[in-house]
């Protein structure tokens, strides 16, 4: 099966940028998800076989049920060490931006990004890339961007090389933006590379087990609360969502990554096609993000452009509103009201 990304031509120019390069770093979006974290350290193990030494950086925290893959405690995160990251943005003469189109979405490191005199490289699968860069990879039709990283590397004649350490956050990254490949994983391309993973031994299963069967206590307490006494139901559109206010989040001692996957269950309602999460900032007042999930053609990330200044895949999109939770749920019934018809 062909699943070559790059002509001749592309595929010299990013071979010549990663031989010229000895300084590279790699940096990803804010709020890190398994496609953001797997793709930077499956791309760091493929450019540490080619002799070189990525720096990669984070703009804050991800989530602890990513914190077991191989490679996680090389991650410099901006949050907690700017003025040396900003010293390697200066200083790095190849930049890997990997799954974020526009570097608005990296938040506090986007200035430094902007500011780097290195020669840029994206490889990303979201919409409307808007970045300067000297390569842009982008393919929105991938199912994450960990693909398109497989698709690199065997392209470039590394994947003989590939290790299990490589192996692992690729399959990790392809995994979750697809919810257990439920979603946006339809295509023959998909299963090839799956297959091809599998050679190096990984463990597909204790890795869905680290990533799903691995929350708190409070996190599946959680799970029962949103059920039982948040979800909104508006069975006339077929949609549903909820809202967690700081307070539910204090009270069910929330941590990054402890919400993720709860917009997807109320899509487990017979004829349901929609499904918004509202979460209020746990620092910033007047602040809510905003993620959405659909099944069939909804286009949820044509509704996340219109409502809720976001964007994303047919099926798995998210915005932010800075407003408050009342203004934000009425933000939300109007979203729904009004596209669903």
Request: overall charge negative; hydrophobic content about 35%; proline content about 4%.
């Amino acid at each position: 099966m062909n699943i070559d990304l790059l002509n001749d031509t592309e595929l010299e120019q990013l071979r010549n940028l990663i031989n010229s390069s000895d300084k590279i770093a790699l940096c990803c979006h804010r709020s890190p998800d398994g496609d953001a974290i797997g793709s930077m350290l499956g791309w760091a193990e493929y450019l540490y076989e080619c002799g070189k030494v990525p720096v990669m950086i984070i703009p804050d925290a991800y989530p602890d049920f990513l914190q077991w893959m191989p490679g996680t405690e090389r991650i410099l995160r901006y949050d907690k060490h700017k003025n040396f990251a900003d010293e390697i943005f200066a200083g790095t003469q190849l930049l890997f931006c990997l799954d974020f189109n526009t570097a608005s979405r990296t938040d506090g490191m986007a200035e430094a990004i902007t500011a780097s005199p290195a020669k840029k490289v994206m490889i990303d699968h979201h919409l409307n890339p808007d970045m300067d860069t000297v390569m842009c990879i982008s393919r929105p039709e991938a199912c994450s961007t960990c693909e398109l990283v497989f698709r690199l590397i065997w392209q470039l004649g590394g994947f003989d090389n590939v290790t299990r350490k490589c192996a692992i956050p690729l399959y990790c990254g392809m995994m979750t933006d697809t919810g257990g490949f439920t979603y946006n994983s339809s295509r023959p391309e998909i299963f090839f590379i799956i297959c091809q993973l599998l050679t190096k031994r990984i463990n597909k299963d204790k890795i869905y087990r680290n990533v799903y069967n691995n929350y708190s206590e409070h996190r599946m307490r959680l799970t029962g609360y949103v059920l039982y006494k948040k979800m909104v139901i508006m069975a006339e559109h077929k949609a549903c969502y909820f809202i967690l206010t700081r307070d539910d989040l204090k009270n069910f001692h929330y941590i990054k990554g402890d919400a993720e996957g709860l917009v997807n269950m109320p899509l487990q309602i017979k004829g349901t096609k929609l499904s918004i999460s509202l979460r209020q900032d746990t620092e910033k007042d007047n602040l809510v993000w905003v993620s959405l999930r659909s099944v069939d053609d909804f286009p949820c990330n044509r509704m996340a452009e219109l409502y809720f200044n976001g964007g994303g895949h047919l099926n798995a999109s998210g915005g932010r509103l800075e407003c408050s939770v009342e203004e934000a749920e009425a933000t939300v019934r109007k979203a729904i009201e009004e596209f669903c018809k």
